[in-house]
Antibody, heavy 122, light 110 residues
Framework: EVQLVESGGGLVQPGGSLRLSCAASGFTFSTYWMHWVRQAPGKGLVWVSRIHSDGSSTSYADSVKGRFTISRDNAKNTLYLQMNSLRAEDTAVYYC???????????????WGQGTMVTVSS | QSALTQPASVSGSPGQSITITCTGTSSDVGGYQYVSWYQQHPGKAPKLMIYEVSNRPSGVPDRLSGSKSGNTASLTISGLQAEDEGDYYCSSYTSSSTVIFGGGTKLTVL
């Protein structure tokens, strides 16, 4: 079964850091671009970041650029999101998502995890 | 960059057809074929319904169709069913090599 399972969410103070993980199974992880998408409580979806299948290229939304870092370990079939200098407005459910395309991104999010909640509050 | 513009809500009776629009600019929707649509039920992860403007992933019924004209993309659902109820989001690749979502549309099946 194709599956993505996020972990690492929780409560963190403003200015703090958190690292999210996304464990992939049931497909050849190393051949797909991967993404992080977030959703604040009661709000819409917001794209956060994208990473090349081999980790060589990354892109970020302006709202997180310079604070968040996406990475992956293809040997462990795991995607990461390191979040630093967290702000209240970063409070959201964070989803990892697999791109529809192999090797080339199509920016269509075909497989989604269940999400992990990040709350930034003092 | 602001979100793509979608109507806040649409509704229809079973069997009817509805259309949800998604308006952007020439730097996103109008400039690329990478427009997707997602359905989301409360408390659940989104589900990809349409990709690259008009393509359906395996398992998505052909009652759903997508199109694009200029800077506006559209999702049409014909033969509306109760299971179609939920929130719908469009997304598009942008000229900044990022992805932008619409604000979401709540579909109610009356």
């Amino acid at each position: 079964e194709v599956q993505l399972v996020e972990s690492g969410g929780g409560l963190v103070q403003p200015g703090g850091s958190l690292r999210l993980s996304c464990a992939a199974s049931g497909f050849t992880f190393s051949t797909y671009w991967m993404h992080w998408v977030r959703q604040a409580p009661g709000k819409g979806l917001v794209w956060v970041s994208r990473i090349h299948s081999d980790g060589s290229s990354t892109s970020y939304a302006d709202s997180v650029k310079g604070r968040f870092t996406i990475s992956r370990d293809n040997a462990k079939n795991t995607l990461y999101l390191q979040m630093n200098s967290l702000r209240a407005e970063d409070t959201a459910v964070y989803y990892c998502a697999r791109d529809l395309g192999n090797y080339l991104p199509r920016d269509a999010f075909h497989i989604w995890g269940q999400g992990t909640m990040v709350t930034v509050s003092s | 960059q602001s979100a793509l513009t979608q109507p806040a809500s649409v509704s229809g009776s079973p069997g009817q057809s509805i259309t949800i629009t998604c308006t952007g600019t020439s730097s996103d929707v109008g400039g690329y074929q990478y427009v997707s649509w997602y359905q989301q039920h409360p408390g659940k992860a989104p589900k990809l319904m349409i990709y690259e403007v008009s393509n359906r992933p395996s398992g998505v019924p052909d009652r759903l169709s997508g199109s694009k004209s200029g800077n506006t993309a559209s999702l049409t659902i014909s033969g509306l069913q109760a299971e179609d109820e939920g929130d719908y989001y469009c997304s598009s690749y942008t000229s900044s090599s990022t992805v932008i979502f619409g604000g979401g549309t709540k579909l109610t099946v009356l």
